[in-house]
């Protein structure tokens, strides 16, 4: 079969030792990224992708093209490994400021019927290359092909390469389309020669301004909406806000004003909220749960604001997405901290006693889904020899970070916890025995609660969305992290001032379950977000093949997670604080 073929992968050269690699890359790689005139400057081969599946990413010589003997693999990075990076030195003999003109022959290639038919394949899909070049990404097509569908491979490539002083500034790959041969569905062998000219210019762009020469990932149109959508949503959030702030406080005006009132005469009964004076700060059931919940979701909620304030800064590079999928790992673990103390502490405060539980739960709480979608997403790299499948060397030391600095820090978090955490600072007192609550028709039930919770934070968010989503599961990178930063505040605003106004109502009809219903409603918008992934698949994209969608709904099933965790710890904070805020203002028995 057509996949199958892509099982005839090269593997590594397992006789070399590990510090040996290292020694030799230390030698060959420049850390100040100076050369001396016809110096060699290595070009590292990456992976082959096809265009409509960015995370199907295969070995580039898992294709016939021409191999250097032996294979020397480049020391890559946590971040690297990650991105599914794997560089590979090539056999481009490129020189610093040494011109190859006329056109130098790579090497002579048979291909037969097998080799034929993967590049067909690669072809038809619009595989292309990733090359680096003094770290300068170069990407290209392998091939194109006719209205007729006929294939064509690329047999010619030409470096455009930019220079100031010392340093290389710019690299650019073309493909030449006058340098290609046709792979007919009828041939069974070919010979295939592999060319490459080289070109280098001065230039007066500087080393540290040398990333600006390459073209914005997204396009200048694209730029000026996301501006108009944001500014809007914001104009919008101001007025629900303001429109929401003024109804609640009007309404309790009234409410302070009728309770007064009350107090003054005796023989009339109290109603609303006032009734629930007693009850409204009756701690939660599954208390475990609840507070590791909460103190998980302010750490993924401080992770959040953490990654975004290193992006606005500009700390990651901004050709891949590797530097920050490690950042992720290492704040996660240093945060884990926090994660323990709030929720040790929170677990103190509603009167938590099994300590060793809340710990066990908090530090899994979020880590144990991340792991087995993770398991089975790597299995299904593995099977696709892709080389999104981490290597063992990685996962063991990923294992090690979890247990060694992650465990340890949630524990020590759930110690200060425990110890150093006041009380709950209820304005009210509990009675032993609840109080009944009344039935409330459908449409002010739960369910529509939650649905009414989570679709307005969403219609907030969803224009922006699908820059979002074309960043994370397509070919363009989102470098404007500000109007990022922006939405999500605006997130957090709307979700919290939506579930203050639920609550309110909730409480009204003289419902004092509303701590976990509060926290379920903050983060609803998740799930409207989850079931955005169905329509962006269908409508918005082109992916397909089980590998790319089971990555799809895979990453975003634990992206939806985390912002749930993440919201619904806002959600339930905000309204923790005006339900204090209430009570504190009127006189209870």
């Not at 001396?36 to 010589?61: A, C, K, T």
């Not at 022959?105 to 690669?122: G, I, M, N, S, W």
């Amino acid at each position: 079969s057509t996949q199958s073929t892509w099982g005839l992968l090269l593997t590594r050269n397992q006789t070399m030792p590990f510090l040996v690699l290292l020694l030799v890359s230390a030698v060959l790689c420049h850390d100040d990224q100076k050369y001396d005139r016809d110096e060699h400057v290595p070009l590292f081969v990456d992976n082959i992708v096809p265009y409509n599946n960015p995370q199907e990413s295969y070995r580039y010589y898992s294709l016939k093209f021409c191999m250097p003997d032996p294979l020397h693999y480049k020391s890559q990075t946590l971040g690297e490994v990650l991105q599914g990076s794997e560089k590979v030195y090539s056999a481009y003999d490129l020189r610093f400021r040494k011109d190859v003109i006329p056109a130098k022959e790579l090497c002579k290639q048979t291909l037969d019927a097998q080799d034929l038919e993967q590049f067909r394949y690669a072809i038809a899909n619009q595989f292309h290359f990733t090359w680096y070049y003094d770290e300068i990404p170069l990407k290209g097509m392998i091939g194109d092909m006719d209205h007729n569908d006929n294939c064509y491979l690329f047999t010619q490539h030409d470096f455009q390469l930019q220079y100031n002083g010392d340093r290389v500034i710019d690299a650019k790959v073309i493909t030449d389309a006058s340098h290609r041969v046709k792979l007919s569905p009828d041939l069974t062998k070919l010979e295939v020669s592999f060319l490459y000219t080289a070109q280098w210019r001065d230039t007066d762009v500087s080393f540290d301004d040398r990333v600006a020469n390459n073209p914005d990932d997204l396009y200048p149109e694209e730029i000026e909406i996301q501006w108009f959508s944001i500014v809007n949503s914001f104009v919008l959030v101001v007025l629900l806000t303001g429109f929401l702030a003024y109804i609640v406080m009007r309404i309790l005006k009234k409410d302070y004003q009728r309770y007064a009132a009350i107090d003054e005469e005796e023989d009339q009964d109290e109603t609303g909220w006032k009734l629930l004076h007693a009850d409204v700060f009756r701690f939660p059931t599954h208390k475990c749960l609840f507070s590791s919940i909460i103190g998980t979701g302010l750490q993924l909620l401080l992770i959040f604001f953490i990654m975004l304030t290193l992006s606005v800064l500009g700390m990651f590079y901004s050709y891949g997405r590797g530097t920050m999928y490690a950042a992720i790992i290492v704040v996660y673990s240093l945060t884990a901290v926090c994660a323990g103390f709030v929720s040790a502490g929170f677990y103190k405060r509603i009167g938590g006693t099994n300590w060793v539980q809340n710990v066990l739960s908090t530090v899994t709480l979020f880590a144990a889904p991340v792991f087995v979608v993770w398991s089975c997403l790597n299995t299904v790299a593995i099977v696709y020899n892709s080389t999104l499948a981490l290597p063992f060397g990685t996962i063991i030391a990923l294992f090690a970070l979890y247990f060694l600095v992650t465990f340890p820090l949630t524990l020590t978090g759930g110690i200060a916890g425990k110890n150093y955490s006041g009380s709950l600072d209820a304005p009210t007192r509990t009675k032993l025995a609840p109080r009944e609550i009344p039935s409330a028709p459908w449409y002010r039930g739960p369910i529509v609660h939650v649905m009414v919770a989570g679709f307005l934070p969403f219609s907030a968010i969803y224009v922006e969305l699908y820059y979002v989503f074309i960043s994370l599961w397509g070919h363009q990178l989102f470098t404007p992290y500000a109007i990022l930063y922006l939405v999500f505040l605006i997130l957090l605003m709307v979700t919290a001032c939506i579930t203050v106004s639920l609550t309110y109502l909730q409480l009204s009809m003289e419902n004092h379950e509303w701590w976990w219903l509060s926290l379920i409603s903050g983060g609803s918008t998740s799930f409207f977000i989850y079931v955005y992934c169905f329509y962006f698949l269908y409508s918005e994209s082109k992916m397909s093949g089980f590998m790319q969608v089971s990555y799809y709904f895979g990453y975003m099933l634990l992206i939806s997670y985390a912002l749930f965790l993440m919201l619904g710890a806002v959600g339930f904070y905000s309204s923790l604080v005006f339900v204090k805020q209430i009570y504190r203002s009127i006189k209870c028995d």
